[in-house]
């Protein structure tokens, strides 16, 4: 396990910007189809959003994290910045400004763990009036950004870029669907792309991979594990079979475990071992942001590959 301990003994700087919410979750007897009724068997309140799940990961690896993003004058915002202050991250980026902090209701499936979302953005929908400094990206390794679109991050990579930031995206299901357009925009200015097999497959379909041939793209496949691909490279990794409670927020956690490896090992193949694997320990506990500790990750490593 020696190599893998490397990921938490050289400390990187990474900033994330994008959503910041409370994620109400209720664990249900089934996901109710039009006109039907679920019953609630237990309820919680998390804190989540994309950019939020994935800052606290990067802090929970032992890494230096930043947080860009917004979040309302109310109950729900001052929980939010609680718990960056309580797990680490810097917030000196983080603005409180009018309006309803974001939030998404969250149903879980109790016997297998599939969920159903609804999301309301809140101060989230202002994110592309988001203002930084030079200053800001002082020192930075990596800047991320997550569920942004593309018309609201642009010029906010073209920033990080001009200081030779490396970047890593995330832009989900409804931006690729939304924006795919814009994706060709995107050529030397992100480093590594993050996709799930749907997202890659749309972006293939309309032919917008022929404009991302310099960018690492990162296909996450759940539990059937990832595939890198890069020019004329393709390297897969199988997942690990685990019981699931909540994939809410895996995929965040996912990116945050990869950035953090591949700042340290840059070796494509063990990062996507590596990100698996703290995917895997994450999906098997409640919450978007319960994040395995240094141990856990490493004796799960340790039972399920044996040493590297």
Request: contains cysteine; glycine residues 6%; positive net charge.
């Amino acid at each position: 396990m020696k190599v893998f301990e490397e990921i938490f003994k050289r400390k990187i700087v990474v900033a994330s910007i994008g959503n910041c919410n409370v994620d109400m979750l209720y664990i249900v007897d089934k996901i109710p189809s039009l006109d039907e009724e679920a019953l609630a068997i237990n309820h919680f309140l998390f804190p989540g959003g994309a950019a939020s799940n994935f800052a606290i990961a990067v802090s929970k690896l032992g890494h230096i994290s930043k947080i860009i993003g917004l979040i309302g004058k109310d109950e729900y915002g001052a929980f939010l910045k609680n718990n960056f202050v309580k797990h680490g991250v810097d917030i000196s980026c983080l603005k409180v400004i009018e309006g309803h902090t974001g939030r998404v209701i969250i149903l879980v499936e109790e016997k297998t763990g599939n969920k159903v979302m609804v999301a309301y953005r809140g101060v989230n929908s202002k994110i592309s009036d988001i203002v930084f400094s030079y200053r800001d990206l002082k020192n930075i390794n990596n800047f991320h950004a997550s569920s942004v679109l593309v018309s609201d991050i642009i010029d906010k990579f073209r920033i990080v870029k001009d200081k030779d930031i490396f970047v890593s995206y995330d832009p989900g299901s409804l931006v690729i669907r939304k924006e795919y357009n814009l994706f060709r925009e995107l050529e030397g200015l992100v480093d590594i792309l993050f996709v799930n097999k749907r997202e890659y497959e749309y972006l293939k379909d309309k032919k917008m991979l022929t404009y991302l041939k310099d960018v690492m793209i990162v296909v996450k496949l759940g539990k059937k594990g990832s595939l890198v691909v890069l020019d004329d490279n393709i390297v897969t990794t199988k997942g690990f079979s685990v019981t699931v409670k909540d994939t809410t927020g895996a995929g965040d956690v996912f990116d945050a475990s990869f950035i953090v490896c591949w700042h340290t090992l840059n070796d494509v193949e063990k990062c996507s071992i590596f990100s698996n694997a703290v995917a895997a320990l994450k999906v098997m506990r409640l919450g978007a942001q319960s994040i395995p500790s240094k141990r856990e990750i490493l004796l799960f490593l340790k039972k399920n590959i044996g040493n590297i």
